[in-house]
């Protein structure tokens, strides 16, 4: 059993910046680092391919440059939504590419050379069946590209070799997919996955790892970046023992059959034990719409971070943006969020309970600190149902509102009521705390400033702790 739990991210293409959508496996991963508080946690960018190499050459930019650039831009992004990650990959990364090359040897007995036909989206860097080329019409509907037709010689990975050892995993839940309703789909998608095309040839990518021993031929982005989980940690080189297999790999529902699928395969001709949960989140939409650097209807996260902070934005993406389903995105939302809630619910509840202890001299003996956390808000977060965990929290904080209104602490020391006055404040600020308490690996800054607030002597803060707009 590995000694730190270890938590991985998607890693983002870096043909362009940061968009809101790329916030999800950050602070999903982020929610559940803190919830266990021993993490190894890995993030990265994906930097090889077509779709970046294309963008590069548009612009002008040299490749190396350009993934410099933009790589650095995902992690001043981490950086800002309060996320911390322990480790950072990059696909260009030299250790990496020499890792990737050493596990494509090692894995060799399941790849053969064969001649393919089909049809390709850029966009999401696959092959597409007949059939979904057919239901869609022609046009990738995340991309809204044409599907373009190609013809060549690739390396493929035996996927059939490893197809009952990973239903059967997935099955008895010793690799959990999560939510269920995707783990019934891919279940039903294992069955008709052909073998996986790795390789490209070198007419037609250059912007990728080499295939050992064979010149004429440059790796498949996919099989590059899913090796991005293993190779941070060293391998083939080190033990990664003590880190893998990875306790929670968060990924969107997009590229989850990369994850529950290929990357499994990976693992078993290797010899390696499967992760214990993957985890695959909605998307973000605008109007409805997917929102994607090719259609052009991102949101920027930026924009979003100086205008209200990086609590307030960790607060609607996990509060209001569902942890598993599609949701959207609009300003209107995210500002009645603010202000509704956040300033509201749990700003004032901030102000006034604090003015009322210093008013009232009030000060919390120790023995009055929470100690037990409640089970149901636990049982949701090792779910990772942790927009509901968070939604748990949150109805504490309106109860304790209410429990104020209907204590009237102003009342019992108007009328001199001291013992009572004293009983109903420790209550509140108690209750106050256990909320804290848990909404610290969603709300990290603000739960340690409410610590901060309500520990010695209550001093209310001079500043609302969410102005509002
Ligand atoms: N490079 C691959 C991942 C390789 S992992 C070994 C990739 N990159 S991506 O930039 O397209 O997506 C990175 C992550 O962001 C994925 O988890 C993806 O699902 C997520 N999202 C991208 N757009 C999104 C939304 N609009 N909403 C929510 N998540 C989205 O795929």
Known sequence: MAEKIYITTAIPYVNGVPH?????????????????????????????????????????????????NNSKKFQDFIQRLGVEYTDFVRTTDQDHEKRVQEIWEKVKDRIYL????????????????????????????????S?????????????????????????????????????????????????????????QLTWGVPVPGDENQVMYVWMDALCNYITVLGYPDKDISDSWPAYAQFVGKDILR???????????????ELPKNIVSHGMILANGQKMSKSIGNVIDP???????????????????????DDSDFTWEKFEDAYNNELANDLGNLVQRLATLCKKNNFVLENDDTPTEVESQYDNLMREF???????????????????????????????????????????????????????????????????????????????????KN
């Open 114 to 145: 064969a001649k393919y036909e089909g049809w390709y989206c850029t966009g999401c860097e696959r092959y597409v069946t007949e059939k979904e080329y057919e239901e869609n019409h022609g046009i990738c509907p995340d991309h809204q590209k």
């Open 20 to 68: 809101v959508g790329h916030a999800m496996d950050y602070l999903l991963a982020d929610v559940c680092a803190r919830y266990f508080d021993n993490s190894r946690f890995q993030a990265g960018t994906d930097e090889h391919g077509n779709k970046i190499f294309q963008k590069a050459k548009e612009l002008n930019i040299p490749v190396q440059e350009y993934v410099d």
């Open 147 to 203: 599907y373009e037709r190609l013809a060549e010689e690739n390396y493929y990975f035996r996927l059939a070799d490893f197809k009952d050892q990973i239903r059967e995993a997935i099955e008895s839940h010793r690799m959990r997919v999560l939510p269920e309703f995707r783990e019934k789909e891919i279940l039903k998608l294992i069955e008709d996955s052909p073998d996986v095309s790795i390789s490209r040839p070198k007419s």
């Open 385 to 467: 149902r942790f927009k509901e965990a968070f939604d748990e929290v949150w109805e504490k904080v309106q109860a304790i509102n209410r429990q104020i209104d209907e204590d009237k602490p102003w009342s019992l020391a108007k009328n001199n009521e001291t013992e009572k006055l004293k009983q109903v404040l420790s209550s509140e600020v108690t209750n106050l705390l256990e909320a804290t308490n848990q909404l610290k690996p969603f709300l990290p800054e603000t739960a340690k400033r409410i610590e901060e607030i309500f520990s010695g002597t209550i001093e209310p803060p001079k500043e609302p702790l969410f102005p």
């Open 258 to 272: 990369f994850h529950a699928i290929l990357w499994p395969a990976i693992l078993l001709a290797l010899g390696l």
């Open 302 to 324: 930026i924009e979003v971070l100086d205008k209200h902070g990086t609590e307030a934005f960790r607060y609607f993406f996990l509060r209001h943006i569902d942890t598993f």
